[in-house]
C-alpha cells in the first residue's frame, strides 16, 4: 500500500506530463504552409526529379501523404534519425509550426473531393508478395499499403521503387554520419532481407495504386 501511495505522485506527474504534451500539439494550416514550401518545391515539385546521394533515385511523391507522418519524417531529420545532409540542412531552419503547417499542405495537395477508392492491390508477382508478407508490412502500413494504422505512418503503395529501396536500405545502414535512418522497428523488418529482396519488396510495393502524387509546382513564388 505504502509503495503505491508512494508511486501516485509520480503516476499522476507522469499523466498531466502526456496530457500537457498532447493538449501543446501543434496544429498546422495549409494556406500558411503554401507560403513556406520554396525549399521544398525544388526537388518534390519536379516530375521525375532525382537525387543523387548516395545514389540515384528519384526523390519521394509527398502530395497526398499523411500530415503527421510528413511531421514524424522532418523531425526525424531534425533529430539527426535520419541523417541525410540536404534534408538534415532545411528542417534546421524549420520550427514546429512551419513543420505542421508544411505538411498539411501537402497532405490536402492534389486530393480530389469525391475521388474513387483505391483498386485492391494487386496480387503481383508471388515472390515478392511472400517476401512483403514475411516483413508484415501490412500490419503498419494497412490496407492496400495505403492505409497506416498509425497516422505517423507512411502511405508506401505507388511510391517511387528506386526511392522506397534506397529508404529501406538506409535502415540497415549504421554508423554512416551522413547516410542512414534510425528506426529500430524499420531496421529489424530490412535487416531481414538481402539488398536483392529489398529491391524486389519495393519494385513490387512500388507498382500499387496509391494515393501519392508529385505535383508540379513553379519555383517561383
Not at 126 to 144: Q, Y
Request: hydrophobic letters at 40%; one cysteine or more.
Amino acid at each position: 500500500m505504502n509503495k503505491f501511495l508512494l508511486s501516485l505522485p509520480a503516476l499522476v506527474v507522469a499523466c498531466a506530463t502526456v496530457f500537457s504534451a498532447h493538449a501543446q500539439e501543434v496544429k498546422g494550416d495549409a494556406n500558411a504552409g503554401e507560403k513556406k514550401i520554396s525549399m521544398c518545391i525544388g526537388c518534390h515539385g519536379i516530375q521525375g526529379y532525382q537525387a543523387s546521394f548516395p545514389e540515384i533515385y528519384k526523390v519521394p511523391k509527398i502530395a497526398g501523404q499523411g500530415a503527421k507522418y510528413i511531421v514524424s519524417a522532418l523531425n526525424a531529420y531534425k533529430k539527426g534519425d535520419r541523417k541525410h545532409p540536404s534534408m538534415r540542412g532545411i528542417v534546421d531552419n524549420l520550427s514546429e509550426q512551419d513543420m505542421a503547417d508544411i505538411s498539411v499542405y501537402y497532405e490536402t495537395l492534389g486530393k480530389v473531393d469525391g475521388a474513387p477508392a483505391l483498386a485492391k492491390a494487386a496480387d503481383g508477382n508471388a515472390h515478392a508478395v511472400a517476401l512483403v508478407t514475411k516483413g508484415a508490412c501490412v500490419s503498419c502500413h494497412g490496407d492496400n499499403f495505403s492505409k497506416p494504422i498509425d497516422p505517423s505512418y507512411p502511405k508506401i503503395a505507388g511510391q517511387h521503387s528506386d526511392y522506397l529501396f534506397v529508404a529501406l536500405k538506409s535502415y540497415k545502414t549504421e554508423g554512416n554520419a551522413t547516410w542512414g535512418r534510425a528506426n529500430g522497428i524499420m531496421g529489424g523488418v530490412a535487416k531481414q532481407f538481402s539488398n536483392a529482396e529489398l529491391k524486389e519488396m519495393a519494385s513490387y510495393l512500388g507498382s500499387l495504386p496509391g494515393e501519392l502524387k508529385t505535383v508540379p509546382q513553379s519555383k517561383f513564388r
